[in-house]
C-alpha cells in the first residue's frame, strides 16, 4: 500500500499554473493568481471596467475627428478591379486634379461617411473594430472559467498577471491596484490597434487615381487608428484627467501643491528661504511641463504610427514590381515597434502618475541605548 501511494505521488499531474504565478487554495478548489486578477478586471460588472475605457477612445476619436466638407463624388471601376477611382467634381462637372506630387498616406484621417450629420473617419472605424474584438474576446475567454485555465482563458490571464506583476515592481502594489484597469486597457488597446493598422488591405484599399508609377491610394477605406492625432490624443487626454483624479485622491489638494512647490530635504535659516524660492520657480516650471505631457504623449505615439506607414509605403514604392516583397523585412520592424509604443505610452503613464501619488517616507526610528 505504501508503495502504491508513492506511485500515485510521482505521477500526481502537477498544474501548469505553478510556473506562472502564485496560487491560492480556497476551500478545496485551487485559484490562480491570474485567475483573480481576471475576476478582478473582467468578471461579472467588472467587465464594464475595461470596456468602458475602449469605447471611450473611441467616441473621444469620434468627437475630436475633422470636419470635412463633403464633396460631390464620381466614381468608376479600374482596370484592374482592385480600388475603384474616386475624383472629386467640380461644380461645371469636370473632374479635379489631384495633385501628382503628394506621397506617403495622408496626415490626417479622411472622412468615409457621415450619418445624421456625426462625420466617421476611416481611422475610427478601425478603433471600433479593435475594441469591440478585444471585448468579444475577453468575454469569449472568461465565459467559463476554470480551476486549470487553458486556451483563450490560459493566455489571457498570463497576459493580465504578467501586465499586473510588472507594474506592481514600478508603481508598487497599492497603487497598482487602483490603476491597473487603465494602464492594462490602454496597453493591449495600443499594442492591438497597432497591429490590427500592420494588416494587409489598412490603408491599400480605397479610392485613388492611376498615376506614372502605378496606382496612387487617395482615401484608404481603413487607416491605423494609432495614426491619427484625434485617438492618441484623446487617449492622452484622459490619462490626464485620471492622473488629477488619482492625485487628489491619494495626497489631496495639499499634498499635490506641496509636491509640486513645496520645498524638499530639511534645511535652516536663509538656506531655507532660498530653497522655497528656488522650489517654486522649479514648481511653475513642472506646471508648464505637466500641461504638454499630453502634448508630448498625443504626438509621440502618433509620430512613430504615422512614420511606420510612411516608410512601408515607401518601400512598397521603391523598386517597381516588387512592392510585395521588399516592404516584408519592415513589417516585422513595425510588429516590433508597434509592442514598444504601447509599452512606452503605459510606461511613461505610469511613471507620471508615480510621481505625483508617491509619499515622502518617514526616516526610520534609530534606537539609542
Not at 189 to 197: E, P
Not at 274 to 284: I, R
Request: a neutral charge; one cysteine or more.
Amino acid at each position: 500500500m505504501a508503495a502504491a501511494r508513492s506511485i500515485r505521488a510521482r505521477i500526481r499531474p502537477v498544474c501548469p499554473w505553478r510556473r506562472l504565478g502564485s496560487e491560492e487554495v480556497r476551500g478545496r478548489g485551487v485559484t490562480t493568481r491570474g485567475g483573480m486578477l481576471m475576476g478582478q478586471v473582467l468578471g461579472g460588472r467588472r467587465t464594464r471596467s475595461l470596456a468602458a475605457p475602449l469605447l471611450v477612445a473611441a467616441i473621444c476619436l469620434g468627437l475630436g475627428a475633422d470636419w470635412l466638407a463633403a464633396a460631390g463624388a464620381q466614381v468608376s471601376p479600374t482596370a484592374s478591379g482592385t480600388a475603384a477611382t474616386l475624383t472629386d467634381a467640380e461644380p461645371g462637372g469636370q473632374p479635379q486634379a489631384v495633385p501628382e506630387n503628394e506621397e506617403g498616406p495622408s496626415r490626417s484621417a479622411v472622412e468615409i461617411a457621415r450619418p445624421f450629420g456625426f462625420p466617421i473617419t476611416n481611422s475610427m472605424v478601425v478603433s471600433w473594430v479593435v475594441a469591440l474584438g478585444l471585448i468579444v474576446f475577453a468575454r469569449f475567454a472568461t465565459r467559463n472559467m476554470n480551476h486549470v485555465p487553458e486556451g483563450a482563458q490560459n493566455f489571457l490571464e498570463w497576459l493580465v498577471e504578467g501586465l499586473y506583476g510588472f507594474l506592481e515592481r514600478i508603481i508598487g502594489r497599492h497603487l497598482v491596484q487602483r490603476t491597473f484597469w487603465f494602464f492594462a486597457t490602454i496597453f493591449i488597446f495600443i499594442l492591438t490597434a497597432n497591429w490590427v493598422g500592420l494588416i494587409p488591405g489598412v490603408g491599400t484599399i480605397g479610392w485613388g487615381h492611376r498615376s506614372a508609377t502605378g496606382f496612387k491610394i487617395d482615401e484608404p477605406l481603413l487607416r491605423g487608428a494609432n495614426a491619427d492625432l484625434n485617438l492618441t490624443f484623446a487617449m492622452a487626454i484622459t490619462f490626464f484627467a485620471l492622473w488629477i483624479y488619482w492625485a487628489l485622491r491619494e495626497t489631496g489638494v495639499r499634498g499635490m501643491l506641496h509636491e509640486i512647490f513645496g520645498a524638499k530635504g530639511e534645511t535652516a535659516g536663509l538656506l531655507k528661504v532660498l530653497m522655497v524660492v528656488v522650489f517654486f520657480a522649479a514648481g511653475c516650471l513642472e506646471v508648464i511641463s505637466i500641461l504638454f505631457r499630453p502634448v508630448s504623449l498625443g504626438f509621440r505615439l502618433y509620430g512613430n504610427i504615422f512614420a511606420g506607414e510612411t516608410m512601408l509605403e515607401t518601400m512598397a514604392r521603391l523598386v517597381p514590381g516588387f512592392g510585395w516583397l521588399v516592404p516584408i523585412p519592415f513589417y516585422f520592424l513595425e510588429l516590433l515597434m508597434g509592442m514598444v509604443q504601447a509599452l512606452v505610452f503605459m510606461l511613461l503613464t505610469a511613471v507620471f502618475t508615480l510621481l505625483i501619488c508617491q509619499h515622502e517616507e518617514e526616516a526610520p526610528v534609530t534606537a539609542h541605548d
